[in-house]
């Protein structure tokens, strides 16, 4: 199972504290991702790599105790560095983008990231060995796609939450079917899949974004507002808060069934939360109670948000 992008992993046998010892551990990622570009994991060997870092396999297993190990540190950094991107991408300028310029960020963004052999590496490697994996799950790939859905209907607020969780997922695996082989092609090619990913989301995202009747700009500040400025909001907060502007309102049942996989316990933390902090107001009683998104966010109540799940 994936584990939290910022739990610490048991890659490294030992963290390095001095800077020579930083640059080793730099010099052994880097090496990693070259051999296992070049050969494949499964064909890879310590003893290749230590070469590949012009070091001796000693010192690799001073701070890896195997291939695995460094594999692991690779996939680390590629989830925050994943992470990041999403975070960059999330924004009221983003979302308020037409359609191709959206897409085509996202394209460009992903491409120049992909430069970088660790992030390759660990990518391709997902869709052959994905049992290699501690940070990335069937999981985790849901998660992009409810973030992607939470885009869309923060452009088109009327769009429902099967509508637009499907949309999304359509999206998600076209563009990583797509992404994959171009990664494996020579560049001329590479760049003519790229355009031609652009082309297909672009039509295809333009037809989704005109059959509901499109939001006005204030529906798309409201939920903006809310979801950008409070950054540290969790993916099941910010689907509550899509569906509260989307329908107007929301209660604990609802959310179970827009997060089945989590406890009812969870799921009222979150709330809670949100109401805490001045986000939503709550109305009745317990287990019955009706969930809204305040007019006007207090500034009074500004504590960070705790979304550590059970």
């Given at each position: 199972?994936?584990?939290?992008?910022?739990?610490?992993?048991?890659?490294?046998?030992?963290?390095?504290?001095?800077?020579?010892?930083?640059?080793?551990?730099?010099?052994?990622?880097?090496?990693?991702?070259?051999?296992?570009?070049?050969?494949?994991?499964?064909?890879?060997?310590?003893?290749?790599?230590?070469?590949?870092?012009?070091?001796?396999v000693g010192t690799l297993y001073r701070f890896f105790p195997n291939k695995l190990a460094l594999?692991?540190?690779?996939?680390?950094?590629?989830?925050?560095?994943?992470?990041?991107?999403?975070?960059?991408?999330?924004?009221?300028?983003?979302?308020?983008?037409?359609?191709?310029?959206?897409?085509?960020?996202?394209?460009?963004?992903?491409?120049?990231?992909?430069?970088?052999?660790?992030?390759?590496?660990?990518?391709?490697?997902?869709?052959?060995?994905?049992?290699?994996?501690?940070?990335?799950?069937?999981?985790?790939?849901?998660?992009?796609?409810?973030?992607?859905?939470?885009?869309?209907?923060?452009?088109?607020?009327?769009?429902?939450?099967?509508?637009?969780?499907?949309?999304?997922?359509?999206?998600?695996?076209?563009?990583?079917?797509?992404?994959?082989?171009?990664?494996?092609?020579?560049?001329?090619?590479?760049?003519?899949?790229?355009?031609?990913?652009?082309?297909?989301?672009?039509s295809y995202l333009k037809t989704c974004d005109t059959e509901c009747h499109k939001s006005s700009?204030?529906?798309?500040?409201?939920?903006?507002?809310?979801?950008?400025?409070?950054?540290?909001?969790?993916?099941?907060?910010?689907?509550?808060?899509?569906?509260?502007?989307?329908?107007?309102?929301?209660?604990?049942?609802?959310?179970?069934?827009?997060?089945?996989?989590?406890?009812?316990?969870?799921?009222?933390?979150?709330?809670?939360?949100?109401?805490?902090?001045?986000?939503?107001?709550?109305?009745?009683?317990?287990?019955?109670?009706?969930?809204?998104?305040?007019?006007?966010?207090?500034?009074?109540?500004?504590?960070?948000?705790?979304?550590?799940?059970?």
């Amino acid at each position: 199972m994936a584990s939290d992008p910022l739990t610490p992993q048991k890659s490294l046998r030992r963290k390095p504290k001095q800077q020579r010892s930083q640059e080793r551990v730099e010099q052994l990622l880097e090496a990693a991702a070259e051999v296992f570009w070049e050969v494949g994991y499964e064909a890879a060997t310590t003893h290749a790599i230590a070469a590949r870092a012009n070091t001796a396999v000693g010192t690799l297993y001073r701070f890896f105790p195997n291939k695995l190990a460094l594999f692991h540190a690779l996939e680390k950094r590629h989830r925050q560095g994943v992470e990041d991107i999403h975070a960059q991408l999330m924004s009221p300028e983003f979302v308020r983008q037409p359609i191709a310029e959206i897409v085509r960020q996202m394209v460009e963004t992903f491409a120049q990231y992909f430069e970088s052999l660790g992030p390759r590496v660990v990518y391709t490697q997902y869709y052959t060995h994905p049992e290699l994996y501690a940070q990335f799950d069937e999981a985790v790939d849901y998660s992009y796609i409810r973030r992607f859905a939470i885009v869309l209907r923060m452009r088109n607020p009327q769009m429902s939450v099967p509508r637009s969780e499907l949309v999304a997922e359509t999206c998600h695996r076209t563009f990583n079917a797509i992404f994959l082989s171009a990664l494996k092609s020579e560049a001329t090619y590479q760049r003519q899949l790229y355009q031609e990913l652009q082309r297909l989301l672009t039509s295809y995202l333009k037809t989704c974004d005109t059959e509901c009747h499109k939001s006005s700009d204030e529906d798309v500040s409201r939920m903006t507002a809310v979801l950008v400025d409070h950054k540290s909001l969790n993916d099941r907060q910010r689907s509550a808060i899509a569906h509260m502007i989307e329908h107007g309102q929301l209660t604990i049942q609802t959310f179970e069934k827009l997060c089945p996989q989590f406890s009812r316990r969870t799921l009222q933390r979150d709330l809670r939360q949100l109401v805490d902090n001045g986000i939503l107001e709550s109305t009745g009683e317990t287990n019955q109670l009706v969930y809204r998104v305040v007019e006007k966010p207090s500034e009074k109540k500004n504590r960070p948000l705790d979304s550590a799940d059970e």
